[in-house]
């Protein structure tokens, strides 16, 4: 048991974060805050990606010089390195160490593990996604202040509230 | 028009590369549009674009309308590793619906804007239209997971901003545009994390190559669990009932075009997503899909059409209203989608197509009334079927729509609904469509009661007066309620699109109703 939760410590991280971010965004009234639980939260998602590509044993996604040539080199290109790519991540976590094993056993069927660099290019437009976000919610955060003097809900609230007493233009 | 005049007059070179340019093309004008100085250059930009888009989707359309599909490889990276567009049956009515409701918003736009927005913004503006629009598009037609959460933000985080423009008018709009930021970034971001989980069982992001890895993974948890984030990530974009809260005041106060413009397309795209996910990538073998379907869509949509209408009908200020009336639309719509026939699948994608022209009328008949006479609550409504008869009766077929009322589109779908309901054998789905039709009668009511029974409010000893809107505006605004009434008589059109969608989308063209089954 211990070390099944070991072995997913990646996502044990992934969960918690992503309810401490969600209980930021959904706890706090400071609207700075919030968003700065909404990026907790986005950011838990790129670690449960980026843990989606790792493989045990397995090399940074570059092409290595084959030594054993011949007919070995064909089974670097992209054709066979597109299947681990392809195969899930907990399947692919057993290929990687399956391939360890026979590794030590016999050196010549040595086979190189790549990592799936997929989910690593997906975060980084994830990343992108995420500042873009942040900026602008920010940026709203500015406007609402200089509104409303204020970056607590509750204050903005009652502001709200105050003009619909006035009923100048209730909604 | 036949599909074959419609490829006639097309060029081969728009042919060919129709389902790559109709996303690029408005990304990368929106970088023009942001750099040039005027605000009115700019607004020429996006027409000539949203022009160019709307041939591309007839292109698209024309290509899909025998059933086959459309296949654009990006940069030449062949599917299913590379990312593809990929334009069927059932995207292209949307891509349809996007872009002509993209013109039509365009052409309404020029004088709204200035009355508006801020003059130096003009040309950012524009911009970010430009962007919604692309995003929106994109959200449409690609055929990649990861591509329709990249797409789905785009048009978010620029509606965020679009919707954030109308503090000039009410500061309320920036608290609505910070409220929608958060809740749609959870809402994508839940998607995002199950499209990983499905990432992870299936090792695809290609949607057609994703469907067929599910299939034999029925009960794999984690498909499960995907499946689940999927539903919930786009059930906030597309405002399902509980998850509707960013909603109203997003649309109560935005730019008056920006609430025509989403309230016809934005639900609409991600409701297309939600239908290619539930259907296009899961089947009915997926034994937990009729089971979400009957216990969580159905309920929720029959939820969100009874508690959204009573809001609705209790609601003080117009736009709010229709927003809350937005909500319970897109109750029906679900309510098809859960039947899981064909029949009920195709009642919902025609609502959906129906919802964006009455809407579409509604909010820009709003946009017309806002610049006259600066108005927001019913009760500024007394006597307007006098002051501004025009804008009034396309307002009236617009509501007439909403309700249900021959010959507008809006009965054509109930009808259908109401037939998939019975054919289904539920009964209370018909009686439900019923006492929400009603409760639209009511909120619709009082509007029309204001306008036209009570008099004109007294200004100084005589009845107020409105100058007559600019031709600009009333143009599309009656194009869309004569669409209402024409599509209403002969909805030849809509049913033959929202037939093949369903019948697509669920592997079975044969199975289809009405005048739209002969091809």
Known sequence: ?171 | MTPADVLALAPPGLERHAGGLIAAAPLVAAGVAALVPAGRLAWMIALATAVLCLACAGVLSAQVWDGAVVSYAFGGWAPPLGIEYRIDPANAPILLLITAMGVLVLLYAPRSVEDEIDRRQHALFYAAFLVCFAGLIGVAATGDAFNLFVFLEISSLSTYVLVAMGAARDRRALTAAYNYLILGTIGATFFVIGVGFLYAATGTLNLVDMAERVAPLADNRMVKAGFAFVIIGLGLKIAMYPLHTWLPNAYAFAPSIITAFLAATATKAAFYALLRFMFGVFDSEFRFQPLMLVTVVAALAVLGMIIASLQAAFAVNIRRMLALSSVAQVGYMLLGVAMGTSAGLAAGFLHLINHAMMKGALFLALGIFTLRLGLTRISDFTGLGRVMPVTMAAFVIGALSLVGMPPTVGFVSKVFLLEAALERGWAWAAAVIAIASILAFVYVGRVLFAAYMQPPPMRDGAPARAAAPPLAMVGPLWVLALANLYFGIDASFPTALACRASGFLLGDPSACFGPGAAP
């Open chain 1, 1 to 171: 048991m211990a070390a099944f939760i070991a072995g997913k410590s990646y996502y044990l991280a992934f969960v918690i974060l992503m309810m401490l971010g969600l209980y930021v965004v959904f706890a706090s009234g400071n609207m700075v805050k919030r968003l700065v639980g909404l990026s907790v939260f986005q950011t838990s998602v790129f670690l449960f990606y980026v843990a989606l590509g790792k493989i045990s044993g397995g090399q940074p996604p570059i092409l290595v010089d084959d030594a054993h040539g011949g007919s070995h080199g064909g089974g670097h290109d992209a054709e066979s390195h597109a299947a681990p790519a392809l195969r899930g991540a907990a399947e692919a976590d057993e290929a990687g160490r399956a391939a360890d094993a026979a590794h030590g056993a016999a050196h010549a069927a040595e086979a190189v593990i790549y990592s799936n660099p997929l989910p690593h290019v997906l975060i980084l437009t994830a990343i992108v996604v995420g500042v873009a976000t942040l900026a602008v919610g920010l940026a709203l955060v500015v406007r609402i202040r200089e509104a409303y003097g204020s970056i607590e809900d509750e204050d903005v609230e009652q502001a709200e509230n105050m003009m619909l007493a006035n009923a100048s233009d209730p909604s």
